[in-house]
Structure formats: structure tokens, C-alpha cells
């Protein structure tokens, strides 16, 4: 168990077979903070209307989130677009968490991050809901496909884990990326408020680089890549990729050295962007 300040999630859509609910939770038993942020997508209502895919592990989320709340920690629920209908109660508690429709975390070296779920800076889904929604049914397909064929290739012992959708995605993205910059959007966004970094989700691709002068993080998802975000006590941020399927090797937050570099040197990542999977 490690202690974190705090813990940034995103995209678990839970209510879905996709939802790797299992990592989560070896995820969070891992991690012990202060203040939990769910920054969207925790529960995925539309693909909830067309089928509930509601398994024991997604109760125990929900359980072990209520129980944190309720010991103290702070949890703060930003409600995404597939969970839109909680946002008319932002602004309202329930019990012991708080929802919001956005929200400013300071971390204990002073900066100031503005935490959204992001869809508002998303072309595709505020200009073409239609895009979003068939776009979506065809990601899960995409996901489930590929947890086939993860299974086909431990059966064949080929290693490692190999991303379907991560490679659509990327193939996908790299296309549209001039057009619909979401995380440029987003940043602008971020300047424009005076702060100095913006954490979301929403695009489903961890990230934490420079975009001008603000410091860009996002939690990646609980659905494919298993990702989160968090601040150690020293105040900084560290983005933590919890792992592979299939038993690969895990990596505990703050284990990697190379993730105490500042922002600015790590390497760029590259650019993609995809409407269907948000
Ligand atoms: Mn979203």
C-alpha cells in the first residue's frame, strides 16, 4: 500500500463488459490518498441503455469508493457524457461526495490544476452526438474483439500485450488530429483560466506533457490502457499505468525514475485522436 495525496480517474464505464473493474480495484487497494478525483465516465449510462453488462467487481467499485468517502478521504465526482445526467446535481453532496462540474485541485507545491472530464472541448460529441454514439458501440466492439484475440495469442504464448484498439485508435486519430485537437483546445482552455496545468479524460489516452504554458495531464481510462494519475507528497504528478492484462508486470506508482523528470523533457508522445472511444 502506498500513501498518495491524491488519485485522478477517469473512463471506468462501469455498466459495460469492457470495464477492466478487477484492475481498478488492484489499483486503488495499491493506493491509499487523501482526496480521490472521478473525472467522468465513471458510469457508462448510455451504453446502459442499450445493455447492462452490471458485474459483481463494478458493485465493489462502487462499495469501495462509498467506503473511502465515508473514512474521510475527499472524493469529488465530475461528471462526464456518459454519466451527463448527474451534472444537474453539481454544486450538491451526496453523503460524504461532492459533485461538480469542474474544479481546481492545488497541489502541495503551490500550482493550481483545473479538473474537467473534457467532452466540451471534443468537436465530435458537442457537434455530432450521432458520430459519438455509433462510434461508440463500434469502440466496444473493437474492445471486446480484442480481448479475443489477447486470449488467442497467450493460447499461441505470443508475448506481450497487444492493443486492437490502441492500434485503430492510433491509425484512426492520426487522421483527424488537425481538425479536432482536443488536447490543444483543452490547454487553451487552461491558459485562459490562468492556471498552471488542466487534468482530464474523456479521449481515453493517458497523457502529461507541456502544451505552451500549461502543464497537460490526462488520466487515460479503465478500459483499455488502465491508467490513472497521481500526486505524490512532494506535490508531484505522476501519471501510472497499472500494468497489462494477462499477468504482465505491474508497476507500482513512483517506481519508475524516469517519471520524476520533469514534464518538458519527456519525450513527445505521439499525437492521436479518435472520436468513437469517449
Ligand atoms: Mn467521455
Known amino acids: 500500500m502506498q500513501a498518495v495525496r491524491a488519485i485522478f480517474i477517469s473512463d471506468v464505464h462501469l ?48 462499495q469501495k469508493v ?41 497541489t502541495l507545491d503551490g500550482r493550481r490544476y483545473w479538473l474537467i472530464h473534457g467532452d466540451e472541448y471534443d468537436q465530435v460529441t458537442r457537434h455530432h452526438r450521432w458520430v459519438a454514439v455509433l462510434g461508440d458501440v463500434a469502440y466496444n466492439a473493437l474492445v471486446r474483439l480484442n480481448h479475443l484475440l489477447s486470449r488467442l495469442r497467450r493460447v499461441l504464448r505470443r508475448p506481450g500485450y497487444w492493443s486492437l484498439a490502441g492500434y485503430a ?14 488536447e490543444d483546445a483543452v490547454a487553451r482552455a487552461a491558459h ?9 479524460g474523456h479521449i481515453h489516452s493517458a497523457s502529461d506533457r507541456r502544451i505552451g504554458d500549461v502543464r497537460y495531464l490526462n488520466c487515460g481510462d479503465w478500459v483499455d490502457s488502465c491508467s490513472a494519475i497521481v500526486e505524490h507528497y512532494d506535490g508531484r504528478l505522476e501519471v501510472v499505468h497499472w500494468g497489462a492484462p494477462d499477468g504482465a508486470q505491474v508497476q507500482p506508482a513512483g517506481a519508475a525514475p524516469a517519471a520524476a ?16 472511444d469517449v
Open 66 to 106: 462509498l467506503r473511502r468517502a465515508r473514512h474521510g478521504d475527499k472524493v469529488f465526482f465530475i461528471p462526464g457524457n456518459h454519466d451527463e445526467a448527474l451534472r444537474e446535481y453539481a454544486g450538491i453532496a451526496f453523503g460524504d461526495i461532492r459533485v461538480e462540474s469542474e474544479w481546481v485541485h492545488e
Open 192 to 200: 485562459q483560466r490562468g492556471v498552471d496545468g488542466v487534468i482530464c
Open 261 to 276: 523528470r520533469p514534464p518538458s523533457s519527456a519525450p513527445e508522445p505521439e499525437r492521436v485522436y479518435l472520436a468513437p
Open 15 to 62: 455498466g459495460t463488459r469492457a470495464c477492466q473493474a478487477e484492475r481498478l480495484l488492484a489499483f486503488l487497494k495499491a493506493h491509499e490518498s487523501e482526496y480521490l478525483y472521478l473525472l467522468g465516465d465513471i458510469v457508462d449510462f448510455w451504453a446502459m441503455s442499450r445493455s447492462i453488462q452490471w458485474a459483481p467487481a463494478h458493485n465493489t467499485v462502487v
Open 169 to 182: 485508435k492510433h491509425k484512426v486519430k492520426k487522421a483527424v488530429s488537425f481538425i479536432f485537437d482536443f
